[in-house]
Nanobody, 126 residues
Framework: QVQLVESGGGLVQAGGSLRLSCARS??????MGWFRQAPGKEREFVAA????????AYAESVTGRFTISRDNAKNTVYLLMNSLKPEDTAVYYCAADASDYYGSSDLKSLNTYDYWGQGTQVTVSS
């Protein structure tokens, strides 16, 4: 079992920054990612990182603005969001892949991930 505890969401003005945190407990994971879902839209990929090697992937819409990182000692993944735009408004979900031992899965696919957090609301005003 894997438990994910998210924090860091909130209300921010356009151009501002937020840092989301996702703390993992339970069995080991091989990758963790962030997805978001706006009202009336499908859940979409934002960013992901492989736990051991630190390889990262980003959605085109956030490249250059968002940075995903990890703290191995704290079993925590962060998403630093800079230059936020109103279109970034969504519920942000942390996800964990506990199955891909060989690291061959697609980091950008929802189907890669086995566990999900409850989500944290990010609202960007202008």
């Amino acid at each position: 079992q894997v438990q994910l505890v998210e924090s860091g969401g909130g209300l921010v003005q356009a151009g501002g920054s937020l840092r989301l945190s996702c703390a993992r407990s339970g069995r080991t994971c091989y990758a963790m990612g962030w997805f978001r879902q706006a009202p009336g839209k499908e859940r979409e990929f934002v960013a992901a990182i492989r736990w051991s090697g630190g390889n990262t992937a980003y959605a085109e819409s956030v490249t250059g603005r968002f940075t995903i990182s990890r703290d191995n000692a704290k079993n925590t993944v962060y998403l630093l969001m800079n230059s936020l735009k109103p279109e970034d408004t969504a519920v942000y979900y942390c996800a964990a892949d506990a199955s891909d031992y060989y690291g061959s899965s697609d980091l950008k696919s929802l189907n890669t991930y086995d566990y999900w957090g409850q989500g944290t609301q990010v609202t960007v005003s202008s």
